[in-house]
């Protein structure tokens, strides 16, 4: 229960050590799924647990190393997550000893920022680097490294700055809605874009103590939403 309630629950921001929980969470299903099959560390200096990220950042690798990397794999299956700090970036290192990768495969991811992904493998980690992009900028995100048989790397790279800075709320909640919304037609963004904005309002005003405001008026024009508030 805490594991869907992590996923409903903490959007659009989370601790790393929140994500980091979420990936223990996980793990502990898989093992009693499969008692034995998993091993996992993790390696993280006490000093970074406190960084703001995006939600759901480490679970999908995860799970992608579990659902496709030891899809045949019966035991001895290993996972660590480390990270390093080098030359102003920060890394988050997600390594298995799982299938690999093809060359095919990469190759889809590497596209997959410029078209639709294809394949198992390149969905979840095309959606994780894609909000990377729009976080961060598209200098940072997600580098993967796979032999076929031997198992996969995938590198998070974000800016150093990010361990104090963190990320802005609102900018993370309207990066994550213009993701989900690329995908909806032209009404259902209206409607979404609509909810987006009266949340934010809440957001902002609940600060002032200003959160028993009624929305009176919704208008469009020009490509731009007008709500009226009293």
Do not use: W
Not at 76 to 88: A, P
Not at 91 to 103: E, P, T
Not at 117 to 141: C, D, F, M, T, W
Request: proline share 4%; hydrophobic share 40%; aromatic share 12%.
């Amino acid at each position: 229960s805490e594991l869907v309630r992590y996923n409903l629950e903490k959007f659009p921001v989370a601790t790393l050590q929140e994500e980091l929980q979420q990936v223990q969470r996980y793990m502990t299903i898989q093992n009693i799924r499969f008692p034995g099959k998993f091993c996992y560390d993790i390696n993280v200096p006490p000093e970074f647990l406190q960084m703001n990220l995006p939600v759901f950042l480490f679970q999908p690798l995860v799970e992608n190393s579990v659902e496709h990397g030891f899809s045949n794999k019966e035991n001895e299956c290993y996972i660590s997550i480390s990270c390093q700090l080098e030359n102003e970036l920060l890394h988050f290192l997600v390594a298995d000893n799982g299938s690999g990768m093809s060359q095919e495969q990469l190759k889809t991811f590497q596209c997959s920022g410029k078209t639709s992904p294809k394949g198992h493998h390149s969905i979840g980690l095309a959606n994780v680097n894609q909000r990377l992009h729009s976080y961060y900028g598209e200098e940072y995100g997600l580098l993967v490294e796979s032999i076929p048989g031997e198992g996969t790397i995938i590198d998070i790279v974000l800016p150093s700055s990010a361990i104090n800075i963190g990320l802005p709320f609102s900018n993370l909640i309207i990066q994550n809605y213009l993701f989900i919304l690329e995908s909806f037609t032209n009404k259902e963004r209206d409607i979404l874009a609509s909810l987006l904005l009266y949340f934010l309002f809440y957001y902002y005003c609940a600060a002032s103590q200003l959160a028993n405001a009624q929305l009176i008026d919704l208008t469009s024009s020009s490509g731009l939403l007008y709500l009226t508030f009293a």
